[in-house]
């Protein structure tokens, strides 16, 4: 899809009119607009989107989404959407959260969810930090960053590098983005959730609040080199070179299967109620 003309009209439509309480300067705050632009482009029925998420600040962004959401457990939104993805496949189902969410108490599930591949779109709002605990490390935070008080000589291990992780683990579609490039990552989630499969944008969103030094990293953010490849190993290598900071899509692979469980047309929620009655 031509997607260089994004209009804004729209947009404000996925919007739910619920004010974020986001500290100011905050990337989630782009994520949110670029994510509501993306689906003003599309036209999906608001009605038809669900935005899952597990807990952190990034994991607000449901709340703040016109459409259907559910603010779930920490590390919990992969599997709760692919319930969600399962149950009802008709749906647009966006999971959304931060890097402690996801690669931490999440990690597990986003290992498996890359690997199955369920038509989802995974946005992690990387922002190198547990915002809302007040600023401990994660599992992407820098190994010499000190300026947490648990880790005052920093973690001394090394970092994650989420987009490596996810194209290994058999995500059909690589993506990072930056939050201080709204349009560009609009452009992005567009093509995300129009993929068939599993969509994996990691967005360098800051968090000026407990890494005020992310102010920066729009000096130093970059268009990946080339265009987005169906190589894996291309990919990869594209990954060592370009370093943590190139944006753009990575790697897109609409060959791989989809995993698509048919729902259980017996299963009835009553039943599901009576066996978990107490
Ligand atoms: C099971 C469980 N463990 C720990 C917590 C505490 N907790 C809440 S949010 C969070 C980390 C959030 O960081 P991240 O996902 O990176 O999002 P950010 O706030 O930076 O956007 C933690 C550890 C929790 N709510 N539940
Ligand atoms: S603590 Fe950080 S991540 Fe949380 S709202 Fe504030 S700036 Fe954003």
């Given at each position: 899809?031509?997607?260089?003309?994004?209009?804004?009209?729209?947009?404000?439509?996925?919007?739910?009119?619920?004010k974020?309480?986001?500290?100011?300067?905050?990337?989630?705050?782009?994520?949110l607009?670029?994510l509501?632009?993306?689906l003003?482009?599309?036209?999906?029925?608001?009605?038809n989107?669900a935005?899952?998420?597990?807990?952190?600040?990034?994991?607000?962004?449901p709340?703040y989404?016109?459409?259907?959401?559910?603010h779930?457990?920490?590390?919990?939104?992969l599997?709760?959407?692919?319930?969600?993805k399962?149950?009802?496949p008709?749906?647009?189902v966006?999971?959304?959260?931060?890097?402690?969410?996801g690669f931490?108490?999440?990690?597990?599930?986003?290992?498996h969810?890359?690997?199955r591949?369920?038509d989802?779109?995974y946005?992690?709002?990387?922002?190198e930090?547990?915002?809302?605990?007040?600023?401990?490390?994660?599992?992407?935070?820098a190994?010499?960053?000190?300026?947490?008080?648990?880790?005052p000589?920093?973690t001394?291990?090394?970092?994650?590098?989420?987009?490596?992780?996810?194209?290994?683990?058999g995500?059909s579609?690589?993506?990072r983005?930056?939050?201080?490039?709204?349009?560009?990552?609009?452009?992005?989630?567009?093509?995300?959730?129009?993929?068939p499969g599993f969509?994996?944008?990691?967005?360098?969103?800051?968090?000026?609040?407990?890494?005020?030094?992310?102010k920066?990293w729009?000096s130093v953010v970059?268009p990946?080199?080339?265009?987005?490849?169906?190589?894996p190993?291309?990919?990869?290598?594209?990954l060592?070179?370009?370093?943590?900071?190139?944006?753009?899509?990575l790697?897109?692979?609409?060959?791989?299967?989809?995993?698509?469980?048919?729902?259980d047309?017996?299963a009835?929620?009553a039943?599901?109620?009576?066996?978990?009655a107490?």
């Amino acid at each position: 899809m031509d997607t260089t003309t994004i209009p804004s009209l729209g947009a404000k439509d996925y919007l739910s009119g619920v004010k974020p309480i986001w500290c100011p300067g905050c990337g989630h705050f782009a994520v949110l607009s670029a994510l509501a632009k993306a689906l003003a482009f599309i036209g999906l029925p608001r009605e038809n989107v669900a935005v899952i998420s597990g807990i952190g600040c990034s994991s607000r962004i449901p709340a703040y989404v016109g459409g259907y959401g559910f603010h779930g457990l920490h590390g919990r939104a992969l599997p709760l959407a692919s319930g969600l993805k399962a149950a009802r496949p008709e749906l647009t189902v966006i999971v959304a959260g931060g890097d402690g969410d996801g690669f931490s108490i999440g990690g597990n599930h986003f290992l498996h969810a890359c690997r199955r591949n369920m038509d989802l779109t995974y946005i992690v709002m990387d922002n190198e930090v547990y915002g809302m605990t007040k600023g401990q490390a994660s599992p992407t935070t820098a190994a010499d960053w000190t300026r947490s008080k648990l880790t005052p000589h920093g973690t001394g291990i090394r970092p994650f590098q989420p987009a490596a992780m996810a194209l290994t683990a058999g995500a059909s579609f690589v993506a990072r983005g930056f939050s201080g490039d709204p349009n560009g990552l609009a452009k992005i989630l567009v093509d995300a959730i129009e993929h068939p499969g599993f969509s994996f944008v990691q967005v360098l969103s800051p968090c000026l609040t407990f890494r005020p030094e992310q102010k920066e990293w729009k000096s130093v953010v970059r268009p990946f080199a080339v265009e987005a490849t169906d190589d894996p190993v291309a990919a990869a290598a594209r990954l060592q070179a370009d370093g943590a900071m190139a944006t753009g899509i990575l790697y897109r692979n609409p060959h791989y299967p989809v995993y698509r469980p048919a729902p259980d047309a017996s299963a009835r929620v009553a039943d599901f109620e009576e066996a978990f009655a107490l």
